[in-house]
Every structure is written in C-alpha cells, then in structure tokens.
C-alpha cells in the first residue's frame, strides 16, 4: 500500500522558516513534488525533483527561498522553506509520480500525501 505522509507545518511568522517531511512507503517513484492549495484558490506547483536528484524545478514564486531535497535512507522528501510571505499560506501537499519528468501539472502526478497546514503571520 502506497503512502504519502507530510508533517512539519505550522504558524510561522513572516520571515521565518519550516521544514516540511513527505515520508514515502509502499514504492518508488521517480519523481516527487510539493503543491500548495490556499482558501479559494486552485492547488499550484511548488516545487520538483527526480529521485536521482538530477533535476529540480521550481514556481517563480518560490524560487530561491524554497529547497526541495530527500534522502534516500529515510524515503522521505523535504520542502525547506525560507523568508516565509503571508502569501505562502496554504495546505501544502506532496505528490508522487511514476514518470520522470518533473511536470508542474498536479493531474500528472499518481499518488498524493494528505496536506499540511502552513499559516504564515504578518
């Protein structure tokens, strides 16, 4: 049985930093991403990586504030998240693919964990 399990959300202040955890068991997939789904808005692309660690990618919103990484010991993959914004509230979900290529559209990716909340205070 495939699981997605994210951790590591909570109230931050503007500014500040956390580190969300997607433990994966079950398989492997080839590649992982992290989405976001705020009140009222559409889930979007956060960030992706393949599980070789040769390819990421980034939204422009989050680019050079945000790191995803993993390791492979643990099966887990993490969203670092730096200088957080008000903006970066949402429930932030991890998803899993069997393709290699690190899409941004959710409906590509076959597995999802069940979200985290992030709040971030102004």
């Known amino acids: 049985q495939v699981q997605l399990v994210e951790s590591g959300g909570g109230l931050v202040q503007a500014g500040g930093s956390l580190r969300l955890s997607c433990a994966v068991s079950?398989?492997?997939?080839?590649?992982y991403a992290w989405f976001r789904q705020a009140p009222g808005k559409e889930r979007e692309f956060v960030a992706a990586?393949?599980?070789?660690?040769?390819?990421?990618r980034y939204a422009d919103s989050v680019k050079g504030r945000f790191t995803i990484s993993r390791d492979n010991a643990k099966n887990t993959v993490y969203l670092q998240m730096n200088n957080l914004k008000p903006e970066d509230t949402a429930v932030y979900y991890c998803?899993?693919?069997?393709?290699?290529?690190?899409?941004?559209?959710?409906?590509?990716?076959?597995?999802w964990g069940q979200g985290t909340q992030v709040t971030v205070s102004s």
């Open positions: 998803a899993a693919r069997i393709g290699v290529i690190t899409t941004t559209m959710f409906g590509a990716y076959d597995y």
């Open positions: 079950g398989r492997a997939f080839s590649t």
């Open positions: 990586m393949t599980w070789s660690g040769g390819s990421t």
